[in-house]
């Protein structure tokens, strides 16, 4: 594809516009797949919670039909409970830790990103100036070349005039006239 020379100087299409368009489609990406993993873990911890919900409430039930039965069967169903919560708490920190690891990874890649997209525009806008400091230059140089040579045709066009007016001047003291008429003057 072939870059045209664009207004002011930037070529047509623009990498800038092109680079921004990039980074935002990639920051929108990246707040996606964030949303999508903060929605998931926090579906997956209130099934895990309506599952100890259900657990409590099945250990309640067994303990209203057992009540009659010994202090001893009711404290192993107690306990049952409590280390199913424990358990339940246990894994539902470490998910908790996870999230935080998933979204720390999510955002440095998306801090690279967006470092990694800052030094290509910055690159961009330095080869951009380099260029422009390239035409200015040589444009000076151009104007230089061009009023030395207007210098010397006018030094030229002037020592003609000088010769044509000293020999037009020295035709031995006649003076003669310029133009000669053939016939009578009009």
Known sequence: MAVQQGVGGRPDPDPTVLT????QREIVGVKDLIERAINSLAALTAE???GVHRELE???ARRVELKS???TTLAAALAAAKEAVGKTETNF????????VLAATEREAANK???D???RVQAIESTKLGNQEAVNTRQASNSAIYAG???VVTLILALIAVVAFVAANDSGGQSQPAVEYVGQPV
Do not use: M, R
């Open 113 to 115: 990103a967006l470092v």
């Open 93 to 100: 920190a470490e998910q908790l830790k996870q999230l935080g």
């Open 20 to 23: 921004t368009e990039n980074l």
């Open 58 to 60: 099945l250990v309640e």
């Open 117 to 119: 997209l800052k030094e």
């Open 48 to 50: 895990q919670f309506k």
């Open 69 to 71: 039965d010994s202090g």
């Open 149 to 151: 040579i207007g210098a």
